[in-house]
């Protein structure tokens, strides 16, 4: 079993930060990109950013110059700073890893369980 488990999230005003973190945990050969996804209330989920296990990252462009995604390989452990945060930065925000379980097995997509950040004065 492999298990991602965010922390990090919480109430915070507009301009404020957080730093999200997501640990896997759980029998794993290797992780290829991990990112961060989140979805407000009556939307679909979307892309916020991703990092590739070589460090090439990607983001939405509406977080562009404002969040930062990292990567610790020791720790399988991926980060999100997030600044000057906006109300419409408020959503569920979800971590995804590419995970390989044994060597010659297929790369599947897993979930985290999310966790709420509120952006509101």
């Known amino acids: 079993q492999v298990q991602l488990v965010e922390s990090g999230g919480g109430l915070v005003q507009p301009g404020g930060s957080l730093r999200l973190s997501c640990a896997t945990s759980g029998r794993l050969f290797r992780i290829n990109a991990m990112g961060w996804y989140r979805q407000a209330p009556g939307k679909q989920r979307e892309l916020v950013a991703t990092?590739?296990?070589?460090?090439?990252?990607n983001y939405a462009d509406s977080v562009k110059g404002r969040f930062t995604i990292s990567r610790d390989n020791a720790k399988n452990t991926v980060y999100l700073q997030m600044n000057s945060l906006k109300p419409e930065d408020t959503a569920v925000y979800y971590c995804?890893?590419?995970?390989?379980?044994?060597?010659?097995?297929?790369?599947?997509?897993?979930w985290g369980q999310g966790t709420q950040v509120t952006v509101s004065s």
């Open positions: 990092i590739t296990s070589g460090g090439n990252t």
């Open positions: 995804n890893g590419q995970i390989k379980q044994r060597p010659f097995a297929t790369w599947d997509d897993y």
